[in-house]
């Protein structure tokens, strides 16, 4: 007891970090070509080299950005894309994840429901969109499930892969432990499988995006995607460019949320692998 | 008593593994199981482990046949296999999750002490060099208190030093609780150490060859001439088991110095 007590205070045990300067310093070089980029076309643009109406400066993009946030509107708008992204990821991540685990479970199972789904695979997601608006309506049902679909299917091969890529010596492992089967589940099989299964999820969010953007574009009143087409339509590049500017920071908000929950979970990782 | 009786194996392929073993040991006694590569020591001590199911004969201990997986026998893979999402001490405490905070941790504290790694209790797998890991999987197994601990070749992969160090680590342990010992090798000077009795056994299919009890008692120092006498008298069955005469291994010998020589030669 007191021995193992006195090995948690090890100071030697401290985990050795890459030096942070370092990794700082690529950081700003990492900054060096978009803000160079930016204060050229800020440049031409004030010089008349480039015609602002369509390639609005930097400096008139802030101002749209300020001007949208101010008036609640892009708040508004991202609320409803994060709605549907978030409604559809969760429901493609639990069809995807169940029925990963079905046919990685089980060669049975596997047999009976992978060809159908990887028959189903082969249709680009987007052509179901006429289908979907027919049986689901033009609002939001048709568009979620667009979503639920663009996501299940990185999910549903992720987790099936993982599951059958588990190392059968650990497998042998929990045998010799004598753990049931539920245990084998929850201390060899998820634990083991956890890993990839993140990484499944973080394609799967990736395509939520994806996916979000074409179903706004078929026809929305609200959502980033509705800003897109308004901005083409009303001839706002700005607008456009404003949107697209959120869509990066949401989308990266997002996955590195999904890294920051997942993260306690794989502490056990190599480290210099992590967020990759 | 651990009973090994007539034992054979075919595989679902055909190979068959294993045909008609018989081995006996009493119970605190370490068998050493010494033979070439292929010759089914691994099959034997997944069987004896209940991991596979003999085609036939059966495993008995004490009297009770296994089947299965028992609580009594731990086994050491050739391999650390530790869980990598397990610290050291964690994994260590892998079969204890019936034992209650306090106790589980004594004996996990007094493991990792027996093997010598107290100091990494906090540290993940990855962390451990290959020797470390070696001694925590031994320790993963040692901390059940098995009545009887199988060792699949626990330290073929590690540099002879290392080897020494643990072989004589586990002669520590073993007088600690007397365990029954069943050990897969394919070194001769390993066997000699540890064993109470060495079984050869020869390859296609896999069958016991030869049973010697080393006449010294240990510790057998490696330096001394019983230990050379046992070490030969080992190298020779194991040689004789292959097939091979006695002559036939001098002259191989020879040749292969011979041309080890030329090549020093060569380079030098
Ligand atoms: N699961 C299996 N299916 C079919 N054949 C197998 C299987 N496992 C082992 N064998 C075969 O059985 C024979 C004995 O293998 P085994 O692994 O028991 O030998 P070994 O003495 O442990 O060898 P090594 O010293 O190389 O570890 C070999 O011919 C091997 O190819
Ligand atoms: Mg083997």
Redesign the interface.
């Known amino acids: ?1 007191v ?2 007590d006195s ?2 205070g ?1 100071p ?2 401290a985990k050795v970090r890459p030096p942070r300067r370092l990794s700082r310093r690529g950081f700003g070089l990492g900054l060096l070509l978009p803000l160079g980029i930016l204060i050229l076309w800020e440049v031409a643009v004030r010089a008349s080299l480039i015609e602002g109406r369509l390639m609005p400066p930097p400096s008139r993009i802030a101002t749209v950005f300020v001007a949208l946030a101010r008036s609640g509107d892009l708040l508004a708008h991202v609320a409803a894309t994060l709605g549907r992204v978030g409604i559809g990821f969760a429901i493609g991540a639990m069809t995807g994840t169940a029925f990963g685990a079905l046919s990685g479970g089980s060669a049975a199972i596997k047999r009976l429901i992978d060809p159908t789904i990887q028959a189903l695979r082969a249709i680009p997601s987007i052509a179901w969109v006429p289908l979907f608006i027919l049986w689901f309506g033009i609002f939001e049902g048709s568009k979620i499930t667009l979503i639920a679909v663009g996501v299940f299917f990185p999910v549903y091969l992720g987790v099936m892969a993982a599951i059958g890529s588990v190392d059968r ?2 497998v ?2 929990g ?4 753990l049931s089967k539920l ?1 084998m589940v929850r ?2 099989l998820l ?2 499988v ?1 890993p990839a299964w993140v990484v499944a999820l973080r394609t799967g969010l990736g395509l939520g995006f994806m996916f979000v953007v074409a179903a706004e574009l078929m026809g929305a009143s609200e959502g980033l995607g509705y800003l897109l087409v308004d901005g083409q339509q009303l001839g706002k590049p700005d607008q456009i460019l404003v949107a697209l500017i959120t869509f990066a920071i949401i989308g990266q908000a997002c996955d590195s949320l999904l890294l920051a929950v997942t993260r306690p979970l794989l502490v ?3 480290t210099d692998r992590r967020g990759s | 008593m651990l009973t090994v009786d007539a034992l054979s194996k075919t595989y679902p392929d055909g190979t068959l593994a294993l045909s008609r073993v018989s081995i006996a040991l009493r119970t605190g006694e370490i068998g050493i199981v010494l033979g070439a590569s292929g010759c089914g020591k691994t099959s034997l001590l997944r069987i004896v ?1 209940g ?1 596979e199911t003999p085609s036939t004969g059966q495993v008995t201990l004490d009297g009770q046949a296994i089947v ?2 028992h ?1 009594a026998v ?2 050491v ?1 050739q ?1 650390p ?1 530790l ?5 050291i ?1 964690d994994n260590i405490g ?2 204890l ?1 019936g034992v209650s905070g ?1 106790e589980r ?2 004996r ?2 007094e493991a990792l ?1 027996h093997v010598g790694l ?2 990494q ?4 797998p ?1 962390d451990l060099s290959g020797g470390q890991q070696q001694r925590i999987a031994l320790a993963r197994a040692l901390v059940m208190r098995p009545k009887v601990l199988l060792l699949d070749e626990p330290f073929s992969a590690l540099d002879a030093m290392t080897r020494e160090g643990l072989q004589d680590h586990l002669l520590a342990l073993w007088a600690l609780y007397r365990p029954t010992i069943l050990m897969v090798t394919h070194d001769v000077e390993e066997a000699v150490v540890l064993a109470d009795r060495v079984i050869v056994m020869q390859p296609k299919p896999g069958r016991v060859f030869d049973d010697v009890v080393p006449p010294d008692a240990r510790p057998r120092l490696r330096s001394s001439a019983a230990f050379d006498a046992t070490k030969r008298r080992l190298r020779a069955s194991l040689d004789r088991s292959l097939g091979r005469s006695d002559e036939a291994n001098a002259r191989d010998r020879a040749d292969r110095a011979a041309a080890i020589q030329h090549q020093g030669q060569m380079w030098s």
């Open positions: 007891m021995l193992i090995v948690a090890d030697s045990q010596k650990l042998e492992v045998r010799i432990f004598r245990q201390r060899i634990p083991a956890l056990w990782q190599d | 482990a991991l299965a997986p609580e731990g086994l893979f391999e296999r869980l990598p999402w397990r610290k001490e892998f079969g999750s306090r941790w004594r996990v504290g002490e107290l100091d209790a906090r540290r993940w990855r």
